[in-house]
């Protein structure tokens, strides 16, 4: 779904934004595609014996008590500000192999250019560095290691992933959305707890034939098994249904 080279880059700066944020005692947690990955790669790998679709972006949510500390680390790692306010970015150059500034990637071709985009979150405003603070799910998020990564507790993250699909304007952007909220119903080894915005987000993928193919594509890796994928919500549907 995405050139291996940004998934790359991407993880490497997430694996330098963990390391520092341990050293600083931070208090955070991976949400996003990239949590997404972690939660499900293992039962994934078993199943088609390869990784489940890499991130680009990073998302991360922090304590704003720590706030201080994480902007210590943000702009200590080179991220800058972005045109939006909970945004940050590093570019990197493909030709150069180098990181370069905002300032100069406007002189450079977009073709030769990878952006990293780190979105920030938290539950309170903050100004050491901002965030995005107002998302309902994130107001009693929990913390689960996997891996040796903090992640947002998977009900939380799959919450975050229905409003995404609500709200989303970029078609890659939706596809992606909707691979890794079924792929977390599917191979995330987890007890989901039902919710009306769960199953709205359900019932949203079962009327969109487009993203149904997707999914096939995508994460069973051949279109031809999107019957398998309406069905596979469906009775996740009933499921969600029978819990109440």
Not at 174 to 195: H, M, P, V, W
Request: aromatic share 12%.
């Amino acid at each position: 779904m995405y050139d291996p080279a940004e998934t790359d880059i991407s993880l490497n700066e997430l694996n330098l934004i963990c390391q520092a944020c341990r050293k600083e005692r931070v208090n955070f947690c991976i949400i996003g595609g990239w949590a997404a990955f972690f939660y499900v790669n293992e039962a994934y790998r078993q199943a088609f014996g390869k990784d489940y679709i890499a991130s680009r972006d990073i998302d991360l949510f922090f304590d704003p008590l720590s706030e201080k500390g994480f902007a210590k680390v943000i702009f200590g790692l080179g991220f800058e500000k972005n045109g939006l306010p909970f945004r940050y970015e590093k570019i990197y150059h493909r030709e150069k192999r180098k990181f370069i500034s905002i300032i100069e990637s406007r002189k450079e071709p977009p073709y030769n250019l990878i952006r990293v985009f780190l979105d920030l979150f938290s539950n309170k405003p903050t100004t050491a560095i901002h965030s995005w603070n107002d998302l309902d799910p994130l107001k009693s998020v929990s913390v689960k290691n996997v891996n040796g990564y903090p992640l947002a507790d998977m009900d939380t993250l799959m919450e975050l992933k229905a409003i995404c699909l609500f709200e989303r304007d970029k078609a890659d952007k939706e596809n992606k959305d909707a691979c890794d909220f079924y792929s977390l119903l599917q191979y995330g080894r987890r007890k989901i707890a039902a919710t009306q915005l769960k199953k709205k987000a359900v019932e949203k993928l079962l009327s969109r034939p487009d993203l149904i193919d997707s999914i096939a594509r995508n994460v069973l890796l051949d279109v031809g098994k999107s019957s398998i994928v309406d069905l596979s919500l469906r009775n996740n549907l009933l499921e969600f249904d029978a819990s109440g």
